[in-house]
């Protein structure tokens, strides 16, 4: 038998089910209050791929179809992904249409989505659990933890929000299903499932999550001679269903991605691409783990960007990895002994073990070393067991048909919890602050992300975009300028290949007319990329400033050379030889780029100076 904390109550079942109801209103009320000073954010970090310089989220209503039929990041420039989640792209595209460029709808979405979320979550816990308090304190830690920020402030992660909701909604129906027997709880259940899928492939790992839930909270039917059933035709059923829309969601997924991807995990987004064997692998995201626990106890600082190299490979006799293996082992341990008297707060550490372990690195390499949106499912574990402890030994076991006796009988239980939720209240809000646009969240996080070769690319690509794009006083331009400097050439020591960073440093370069630097860099570079022509017709325009028009002319051939179809190499070419005073060899090749790009009004307007 399971041991259970639920409540002793003499209230009726229509008495239980108004008090869960004004709870989840609670609940649901809590998340807004916590995330209403986001309505008014911009676009922030992965939005710019996803939304505002995403052809196919533009199209809106008219481009889902497109959609379901691409990898997640397609109609981005800079697309490389093995990602396919359409549902929640989709959402993206439908607020596009709805307000395009305005991204106060989406966070308004993102907001209301969360408050339904909390709503569910409160009345799915009541229902598995069959305890008010334990119900309420869960939901209550879940919708104010702190490391949920990036998921509700950052619209692209509907993602997160969309998948667990779903899911919690096929345990709902689920539920229903075993109690009542009536079919249509389960196909109502089988497609939560499927939208879940949709929005975020990871759930994938649901009928794991439905067998552990099953297993602890499901003790059977009582038959009319006294007999106990444990549904185990409901249970195959109901799996068969599962693994049905899941095995129809990877066939989708494969003929989509697989047919249109060559997408490979890279360093600066995942270090452990790097790690020397599998034994560092494993035991850097062991490591990886361990933070997250962290994360999850005390959540500060939180950072937008763990990315290459924040967190250290690490051995497998370093304290970093020994400390978190030794905790996880334990919890493993204590879980795996009690497991057959089924206490809750087991469930919570089989859960957080179970929906960790597809993000964890350890089985597969995913495209972030540590991502804090990715604790989204697997922090309700945390807030399981969490409020198991305050309940059973702060709790007073019993509850009222009113939310004010309630809190009365449990004032301890909510005494201690309110301070808890007054701290991650206060750090959800301020950590909200951060998320209001690109520049704020980077200045901010620079400081905790100081060995991140990303952290210092961004924050070095937002304020040279501000100078470029003349968005502040022309007195502030030069001291923006040489801080953009620094940023990139701090991101390109700690991470020499990082493409995007030495793009930017060479632009940087050029604006200050700084040609001697951008040549030095353009011709390292390289060496690092050898056969990327966008190097070689950088390294053309800054050996034409500087008057060297014999290596400029032959940097634009490489670059042609490297990519055939490269127009603007074709026209810094043309212009060079023009004004070299080489006609014939200018003529030639403008013959030869027209054959390519008819249609290029450069390309005619320089023929027409003829």
């Given at each position: 038998?399971?041991?259970?904390t639920?409540?002793?109550s003499?209230?009726?079942?229509k008495?239980?089910?108004?008090?869960?109801?004004?709870?989840?209103?609670?609940?649901s009320?809590?998340?807004?209050?916590?995330?209403?000073?986001?309505?008014?954010?911009g676009y922030?970090l992965?939005?710019?791929?996803?939304?505002?310089k995403?052809?196919s989220?533009?199209?809106?209503?008219?481009?889902?179809a497109?959609?379901?039929?691409?990898?997640?990041?397609?109609?981005?420039?800079?697309?490389?992904?093995?990602?396919?989640?359409?549902?929640?792209?989709?959402l993206?595209?439908?607020?596009?249409?709805?307000?395009?460029?305005?991204?106060?709808?989406?966070?308004?979405?993102?907001?209301?989505l969360?408050?339904?979320?909390?709503?569910?979550?409160?009345?799915?816990?009541?229902?598995?659990?069959?305890?008010?308090?334990?119900?309420?304190?869960?939901?209550l830690?879940?919708?104010?933890?702190?490391?949920?920020?990036?998921v509700?402030?950052?619209?692209k992660?509907?993602?997160e929000?969309?998948?667990f909701?779903?899911?919690?909604?096929?345990?709902?129906?689920?539920r229903?299903?075993?109690?009542?027997?009536?079919?249509?709880?389960?196909?109502?259940?089988?497609?939560?499932?499927?939208?879940?899928?949709?929005?975020?492939?990871?759930?994938?790992?649901f009928?794991?999550?439905?067998?552990?839930?099953?297993?602890?909270?499901?003790?059977?039917?009582?038959?009319?001679?006294?007999?106990?059933?444990r549904d185990?035709?409901?249970?195959?059923?109901?799996?068969?269903?599962?693994?049905?829309?899941?095995?129809f969601?990877?066939?989708?997924?494969?003929?989509v991605v697989?047919a249109?991807?060559?997408?490979?995990?890279?360093?600066?987004?995942?270090?452990?691409?790097?790690?020397p064997d599998?034994?560092?692998?494993?035991?850097?995201?062991?490591?990886?783990?361990?933070?997250?626990?962290?994360?999850l106890?005390?959540?500060?600082?939180?950072?937008?960007?763990y990315?290459?190299?924040?967190i250290?490979?690490?051995?497998?006799?370093?304290?970093?990895?020994v400390?978190?293996?030794?905790?996880l082992?334990?919890?493993v341990?204590?879980?795996?002994?009690?497991?057959?008297?089924?206490?809750?707060?087991?469930y919570?550490?089989?859960?957080?073990?179970?929906?960790?372990?597809?993000?964890?690195?350890?089985?597969?390499?995913?495209?972030?070393e540590?991502g804090?949106?990715?604790?989204y499912?697997?922090?309700l574990?945390?807030?399981i067991?969490?409020?198991?402890?305050?309940?059973?030994?702060?709790?007073a076991s019993?509850?009222?048909?009113?939310?004010?006796?309630?809190?009365?009988?449990?004032?301890?239980?909510?005494?201690?919890?309110?301070?808890?939720?007054?701290f991650?209240?206060v750090?959800?809000?301020?950590?909200?602050?951060?998320?209001?646009?690109?520049?704020?969240?980077?200045?901010?996080?620079?400081d905790?992300?100081?060995?991140?070769?990303?952290?210092?690319?961004c924050?070095g690509?937002?304020?040279?975009?501000?100078?470029?794009?003349?968005t502040?006083?022309?007195?502030?331009?030069d001291?923006?300028?040489?801080?953009a400097?620094?940023?990139?050439?701090?991101?390109?020591?700690?991470y020499?290949?990082?493409t995007?960073?030495?793009?930017?440093?060479?632009?940087?370069?050029?604006?200050?007319?700084?040609?001697?630097?951008?040549i030095?860099?353009y011709?390292?570079?390289?060496?690092?990329f050898?056969?990327?022509?966008?190097?070689?017709?950088?390294l053309?325009?800054?050996?034409?400033?500087?008057?060297?028009?014999?290596?400029?002319?032959?940097?634009?051939?490489?670059?042609?050379?490297?990519?055939?179809d490269?127009?603007?190499?074709?026209?810094?070419?043309?212009r060079?030889?023009k004004?070299?005073n080489?006609?014939?060899?200018?003529?030639?090749i403008?013959?030869?780029?027209l054959?390519?790009?008819?249609?290029?009004?450069n390309l005619?307007?320089?023929?027409?100076?003829?």
């Amino acid at each position: 038998m399971r041991e259970t904390t639920t409540d002793r109550s003499d209230n009726s079942p229509k008495e239980s089910r108004k008090l869960v109801q004004r709870l989840s209103l609670v609940v649901s009320l809590l998340g807004f209050f916590l995330y209403a000073n986001t309505l008014n954010h911009g676009y922030v970090l992965d939005d710019l791929a996803l939304i505002t310089k995403n052809s196919s989220t533009q199209q809106g209503f008219f481009g889902i179809a497109q959609i379901f039929k691409t990898p997640y990041r397609h109609g981005y420039a800079m697309s490389h992904d093995e990602l396919y989640r359409p549902l929640s792209k989709s959402l993206l595209a439908i607020e596009w249409s709805a307000m395009p460029g305005d991204p106060r709808c989406g966070h308004w979405v993102n907001v209301l989505l969360f408050c339904v979320t909390g709503f569910v979550l409160m009345s799915v816990l009541h229902q598995y659990t069959r305890s008010i308090n334990l119900s309420f304190v869960v939901s209550l830690l879940f919708i104010a933890h702190p490391i949920h920020t990036e998921v509700v402030a950052n619209i692209k992660s509907n993602d997160e929000i969309l998948s667990f909701l779903f899911a919690i909604l096929a345990l709902r129906s689920s539920r229903h299903y075993f109690e009542s027997s009536r079919l249509r709880y389960l196909l109502l259940s089988t497609a939560f499932v499927l939208l879940a899928v949709f929005s975020k492939e990871s759930m994938v790992i649901f009928p794991l999550i439905f067998l552990l839930t099953w297993y602890f909270f499901w003790d059977g039917t009582l038959e009319a001679d006294g007999e106990v059933r444990r549904d185990v035709p409901k249970l195959l059923l109901s799996l068969v269903g599962y693994a049905s829309v899941i095995l129809f969601f990877l066939t989708v997924r494969y003929s989509v991605v697989e047919a249109t991807s060559s997408a490979k995990v890279l360093v600066i987004e995942n270090s452990l691409v790097a790690s020397p064997d599998l034994s560092h692998r494993l035991a850097t995201a062991i490591h990886v783990l361990g933070i997250y626990l962290k994360l999850l106890l005390f959540p500060h600082p939180l950072v937008y960007t763990y990315s290459y190299s924040q967190i250290p490979i690490v051995a497998m006799n370093d304290m970093r990895f020994v400390v978190p293996f030794a905790v996880l082992t334990s919890l493993v341990l204590a879980a795996l002994l009690d497991i057959r008297k089924k206490p809750i707060w087991a469930y919570g550490v089989w859960f957080f073990i179970l929906s960790s372990s597809i993000i964890s690195n350890i089985f597969i390499i995913i495209g972030t070393e540590l991502g804090e949106r990715l604790m989204y499912l697997p922090s309700l574990g945390f807030c399981i067991v969490l409020g198991y402890i305050l309940d059973r030994y702060l709790g007073a076991s019993s509850s009222s048909g009113t939310v004010k006796q309630m809190f009365i009988d449990n004032w301890k239980l909510y005494v201690f919890g309110f301070l808890i939720l007054s701290f991650y209240a206060v750090k959800t809000m301020e950590r909200n602050l951060a998320w209001k646009s690109n520049l704020a969240l980077f200045v901010n996080d620079i400081d905790f992300a100081s060995k991140s070769a990303r952290a210092h690319y961004c924050l070095g690509n937002i304020l040279l975009e501000q100078v470029l794009m003349n968005t502040v006083n022309e007195h502030d331009k030069d001291g923006l300028m040489n801080a953009a400097i620094e940023e990139l050439k701090r991101s390109i020591s700690i991470y020499p290949a990082f493409t995007e960073a030495r793009s930017d440093l060479g632009i940087a370069y050029m604006h200050f007319k700084k040609y001697e630097d951008a040549i030095e860099l353009y011709e390292e570079s390289t060496t690092y990329f050898p056969n990327e022509p966008i190097v070689y017709s950088n390294l053309g325009f800054a050996l034409n400033a500087v008057g060297n028009f014999a290596g400029s002319e032959l940097a634009f051939k490489k670059a042609i050379s490297l990519k055939p179809d490269y127009l603007d190499a074709y026209v810094n070419l043309i212009r060079l030889l023009k004004s070299q005073n080489k006609p014939n060899d200018a003529k030639a090749i403008l013959e030869e780029a027209l054959l390519k790009f008819p249609e290029s009004s450069n390309l005619q307007t320089i023929k027409e100076e003829w």
